[in-house]
Nanobody, 118 residues
Framework: QVQLVESGGGLVQSGGSLRLSCAASGRTSSIYEMGWFRRAPGKERTVVSTITRNSGATYYAASVKGRFTISRDIAKDMVYLQMINLKPEDTAIYYC???????????WGQGTQVAVSS
């Protein structure tokens, strides 16, 4: 089992920045990939960005490419999402997730709210 705890959400003005953190604990050595997902009000949850634990290969959704940066600190079992130039459409609950292989994400955090005012 892996436990995930997000932090760093908040309210920011359009154009502002936030950094989300995700602390992993438990069987972290079993993790293949971690990711950030978000659920905007009234919408489905979508992937924002992912990073593989060992190689650090990254993926970004088109809507955040160039504005968000995902990174990891293996020694600390942490994953970060640096967000700049935030837009009102980035408003959502952001979830950290992890999976042990290329199948579905099995482990989820409780989420952290990001609100961007115009």
């Amino acid at each position: 089992q892996v436990q995930l705890v997000e932090s760093g959400g908040g309210l920011v003005q359009s154009g502002g920045s936030l950094r989300l953190s995700c602390a992993a604990s438990g069987r972290t050595s079993s993790i293949y990939e971690m990711g950030w997902f978000r659920r905007a009000p009234g919408k489905e949850r979508t992937v924002v960005s992912t990073i593989t634990r060992n190689s650090g290969a990254t993926y970004y959704a088109a809507s955040v490419k160039g504005r968000f940066t995902i990174s990891r600190d293996i020694a600390k079992d942490m994953v970060y999402l640096q967000m700049i130039n935030l837009k009102p459409e980035d408003t959502a609950i952001y979830y950290c997730a992890a999976r042990p292989d290329r199948s579905q994400y099995l482990y989820w955090g409780q989420g952290t709210q990001v609100a961007v005012s115009s």
